[in-house]
């Protein structure tokens, strides 16, 4: 079968409920007034994944479960709407769902909804095999019951990537994922020492590379036995909601990866992106363009280079 996809994205589709709260921790008490409001939307991290790629010209497409629900029915709007491609398995326990509080500086705490996956759960075989044969690379988000497709992954030969999210190093569902991914991302946020569980990933898997992100402190690369520190894009606009920003980071460092750059310009597309997304609003999805993107690097890089 012939490559007929960049990017294959198992895994992570759902939908997210957003509150705007006035601060979080939420402030103790009966009842708050929330503006602007309370909306419920498509995007989860594959979602997010998926536009991303897709915003910035890669070839996508995206394979979960998802419920025969209003829920499941945003998701496949989403990718209808943007021209993804969406290969749906029915889900009798519904579509992924959560509840993201979302602060003024654009923090968030995302509750996720349980009781809408098994441990039971699969992605046919046959149809995971069908879709790595026809791709590039495959991005392996952590929702269940994404790590019993790996093996099937590698056996059709493409790359993997997955983001472990905010992993502390030791719980052993992330595993699978970290070991069994050429390209790992994962958020710095519970590491107490992040470049020893990054070297522990190289060292004890098979990734090529390894990237911490760190917020507003941008993120850490290890490439070739070598840590180095990628400082953070300024965003474009005022920073309205975190949501998201990991996923765009990933999208266009896959982007440069796909496209044959060195890991460091890859990383560097990843700040841009992911300081994009942080002005996207929490009730909008949306990525940054291939143009726009390579423009905001082509500039980083001549204000760098003229501040030395």
Known sequence: MST????????????????????LPVPSADSHMIRPGIVTRAGQSGD???????????????LDMLGDDPEGDLVRALHRDHGIALTAVPQPLGTK???????????????YDATRA???DRLPEATVRELAAASRHAHVVITQPCAQALPVLREAGVTISTDLHDWDGSNPYHEPFALQADLVFLSSTALADPERTM?????????RAVVATAGAAGAYLLAD????????????APVVDSNGAGDA?????????????????CA?????????????????????????????????????????
């Open 97 to 111: 769902r959560a509840v993201n509080l979302v602060a003024p500086d654009g923090r968030r705490l995302s509750l």
């Open 249 to 265: 980071f990933a999208a266009a460092f896959l982007h440069g990866w796909l496209n044959s750059e060195p890991a460091h310009r």
């Open 199 to 207: 070297r522990r990933i190289a060292e004890r898997g098979r990734a």
């Open 4 to 23: 007929e996809i960049d990017v294959l994205v198992l895994g992570g589709a759902g939908v997210d409920t957003i509150v705007h709260v006035p601060e």
């Open 118 to 120: 098994a441990d039971t």
């Open 268 to 308: 560097r597309f990843g700040t841009v992106a992911g300081a994009y997304a942080c002005t996207i609003p929490s009730t909008r999805t949306g990525g940054i363009g291939r143009a726009e993107l390579e423009a905001r690097v082509a500039e980083l890089v001549r204000s760098r280079e003229r501040t030395g």
């Open 225 to 236: 036995g070598d840590l180095t520190h990628v400082p953070a894009a300024p965003p474009p």
């Open 48 to 62: 997010f994944v998926a536009l991303g790629t897709s915003a910035l010209g890669l070839r996508t497409h995206h």
